[in-house]
């Protein structure tokens, strides 16, 4: 399965054809096309954690896991909680991972568990491996990441609700409504 394959464990020549594809895309922004055509799900998930795992500050950070350990059975507490960037990506990455069929439970946990890796910058366990390799990240802890993966399980069940209800579509989102309090200059 292309999400819980160890993209540093690829042939040499997938390994370069994959920097050489996101180092094109870095730099040419009509390079960005070459995701529309790219066929190999072993190369988009590779290009998808090397983001996320490259991005300057983990998506989820300590604080929105201690944030989602303690609240983990309240979804809409959690969404509210946790910034809306990351609310929204996260919801983004979940509907996808909702579509995937058929699909079995202990693969969908899989793939829930590497997507974690990468939102936290820290490896999981994931059939007898920690993913991410060759990484200089921190063990996420076994009681955390289950937490986390019941959440997510909770808000998929949420989001698939809400896909259910007559017209609704994919540009409908279940992250609630917020108010915005915008400070003056001073």
């Excluded at 370069?16 to 529309?36: C, F, G, P, T, V």
């Amino acid at each position: 399965m292309a999400f819980t394959v160890d993209h540093h464990s690829l042939p040499e020549e997938r390994q370069k054809y994959l920097k050489q594809l996101r180092n094109d895309i870095n730099q040419h922004r009509e390079a960005i096309d070459k995701i529309n055509s790219e066929t190999d799900p072993t190369i988009l998930t590779g290009l998808l954690f090397e983001w996320l795992e490259g991005l300057k500050q983990p998506v989820l950070d300590r604080e929105d896991l201690s944030i989602i350990v303690g609240r983990a059975y309240n979804v809409e507490s959690c969404i509210l909680a946790l910034t809306l960037e990351d609310i929204m990506l996260i919801e983004y990455l979940l509907r996808f991972v909702t579509r995937l069929r058929p699909l079995a439970a202990n693969k969908k946990v899989d793939i829930l568990k590497r997507l974690l890796a990468s939102l936290t910058h820290q490896t999981v366990g994931i059939n007898g491996r920690c993913l991410p390799t060759r990484k200089d990240f921190q063990r996420l802890r076994d009681g955390t990441c289950s937490q986390v993966i019941n959440f997510m399980l909770r808000m998929i069940v949420e989001l698939q609700k809400d896909m259910m209800k007559p017209g609704k579509d994919d540009a409908d989102v279940v992250v609630p409504s917020r108010r915005f309090r915008i400070r003056a200059w001073k």
